[in-house]
């Protein structure tokens, strides 16, 4: 395969001619499980439903130094990012690994597993060797920067008032809303999306691809709400859980956008102050 030319994870890089480098690089095979069915009255099978599972990669670390001191030191920086609590110790939390081949950069998700230090001797000569494996959680590599779209809030639907109503107690129920587009969708493979809307605004929502999202809910200025497809998460802030506020049930988990095709997209909900807005991103994905 290609040469590897950059791996970036947890914050550290290994790349040629630095103290952290890769000498081997091995993408494993991805498995497949079936629902087919045997056919018990003739010779066929009926094919069934085909689920892709993603590999595990293995690597070969050389961890180099110039002193055995400094080898073992820079040993310890490359384990704590493999055994990094912020992902291996909270559920459904995968790392991110970025990888460049033939000057693309590329991410796939998944979690550090494996660390095996090969001969700790071989420190006292200025460098060590170490096979680790990264099993992967999900068996598309994305494109390593996002695609964006940003729509700002737009005042409510007047039509049809002959005058302005100025009473301070004045409260709008439904809020104006702002119509775009993501462009065609690039990559090869069906891809997630993420969208996060930034407050104040209160019942903020949007559609995607046919399909509409509101919650019930108030963001306060400097909050944010996060949907993302691939984890299948509606969050504020980033950390508290709030898809219980969504208004009436609609699937998130595993929605895709369709590579190839124009997605419609627009962004609602009431805020006074016209500041609120809502950013649509995805990540081009490819098989």
Do not use: C
Request: glycine share 8%.
């Amino acid at each position: 395969m290609p040469s590897l030319e950059k791996l970036e994870v947890g914050g550290l890089t290994f790349k040629d001619f630095t103290n952290f480098w890769v000498r081997e690089f091995e993408m494993g095979p991805e498995t497949v499980e079936t629902s087919d069915l045997e056919n018990p009255a003739y010779d066929d099978t009926y094919l069934g439903v085909d689920f892709h599972r993603a590999p595990t990669w293995t690597f070969e670390f050389v961890i180099e130094g110039k002193t055995e001191g400094e080898v073992l030191d820079n040993l310890d920086r490359v384990k704590a990012v493999w055994r990094n609590p912020a992902y291996t110790k909270k559920a459904g939390t995968p790392a991110e690994l970025y990888y460049t081949i033939a000057g693309r950069r590329r991410l796939v998700y998944g979690r550090p597993r494996r660390f095996a230090v090969s001969n700790i001797q071989t420190a006292q000569q200025g460098f060590l060797t170490v096979l680790a494996e990264f099993k992967l959680s999900d068996p598309l590599n994305y494109e390593g920067t996002w695609e964006t779209n940003r729509l700002d809030a737009v005042p409510p639907d007047t039509r049809g008032l002959e005058e302005y109503l100025t009473e301070d107690t004045l409260t709008t129920e439904v809020g104006g809303t702002r119509q775009g587009q993501l462009g065609v969708i690039a990559g090869t493979a069906p891809t997630p999306f993420k969208v996060t809307i930034y407050g104040p605004m209160t019942n903020p929502g949007f559609t995607i691809a046919g399909r509409r999202y509101q919650f019930n809910m108030t963001l306060a200025a400097g909050q944010r709400l996060e949907i993302d497809s691939r984890l299948g998460t509606v969050r504020r802030n980033g950390t508290t859980n709030m898809i219980h506020t969504m208004q009436s049930p609609t699937p998130i988990k595993n929605i895709r956008l369709t590579p190839g095709k124009a997605v419609e997209v627009s962004f609602f909900g009431v805020d006074p102050t016209l500041t609120a807005y809502a950013v649509f991103a995805y990540r081009p994905a490819r098989y």
